[in-house]
């Protein structure tokens, strides 16, 4: 082996998700070496081999291998997305204690490598997924993300893009709280551009609220609607981890609504919750606290609230 530094991602979890993540991975040309681990491992194996076919045509190299828990020993990160998906109906705090069983087994096997990097976990309930993960692996907590709310703000960002005809990169809203049904929209701080939206509300007659509020029901019940048409939803939230990925591995000081551990910011303690957060290679530098109004207020309480229900019940077993 060369004692040269690579950058590598061990993924657990190759069903859709964890493929789109991956082929999008190796799109970017993100990182130089791919581990791939599923419980089932021909599965695993064939993705492996079907996603070194497309190597030539790679922006860069990757290595990609079907792998064992051993190779969590040195990598730089692992992004969980084993486990069980939304069945169409079911919400994501239902799946609560079948995954976090299968996470405690998973998470075991991974420290027994001596794994010392930083989680990335995308698996549902994703912040209390996280949470486990924090808690079964004893890493600091800015060494374990969860991708929180990251896919929802860039669908919010998306559909207000389309609602102004305005490139959705240059739309900057973000939506906070869980991943599911108590999300919020934080209508205060969103911009069109240079432009606070409260501002372009006030101006234009033509933009009522309710369209607002139309937009943000879309997308909180994104998912659902995907799922009744597709039976799950995986390129957005691939696209959404690598994103993190290129976040934490480059280094980049890049603000993302992943699920933090709250330690008494916005007056909560000891949950995962999506919120802004600076992430760069030492996982999660710093929370950014929002002024939010009062009515956010309530509704980030609610939804804190709920989650810490649900784990009260769905993770003690
Ligand atoms: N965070 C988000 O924004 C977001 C978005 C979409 C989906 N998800 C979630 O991602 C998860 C995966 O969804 P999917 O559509 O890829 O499901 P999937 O069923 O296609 O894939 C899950 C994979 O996990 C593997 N697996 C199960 N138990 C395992 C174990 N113990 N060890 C290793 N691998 C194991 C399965 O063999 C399967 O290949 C679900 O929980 C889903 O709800 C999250």
Known sequence: MSNEKVNRVVLIGTGAVGCSYAYSLINQGVVEELVLI?????????EAMDLNH????????????NGSYKDCEG????????????????????????????????VAQIMENNFNGIFLVATNPVDILTYVTYKESGLPKERVIGSGTVLDSARLRFALGQYFN??????????????????????????I?????????????????ECLEDIFVNVRDAAYQIIERKGATFYGIGMSLVRITKAILNNENSILTVSSYLDGE????????GVPSIINRSGIREIIKIDLNEKETEQFNHSVSVLKETMNSGISS
């Open 38 to 46: 599923d419980v089932n491992e021909a599965k695993s194996e064939g």
């Open 54 to 65: 497309g190597m030539p045509f790679a922006p860069s190299p990757t290595k990609v291998w």
């Open 75 to 106: 990598a730089d990160l692992v992004v969980i997305t084993a486990g069980l998906a939304q069945k169409p109906g079911e919400t994501r705090l239902q799946l609560v204690e079948k995954n976090t069983k299968i996470f405690k087994q998973i």
């Open 166 to 191: 305005i490139d959705t990169r240059n739309v900057h809203a973000a939506i906070i709280g869980e991943h599911g049904d108590t999300e919020l929209p934080v209508w205060s701080h969103a911009f």
């Open 193 to 209: 551009g240079v432009r606070p939206l409260e501002t372009i509300l006030a101006a234009k007659k033509d933009v009522k609220k």
């Open 266 to 273: 916005y007056g909560h303690k000891d949950v995962y919750v």
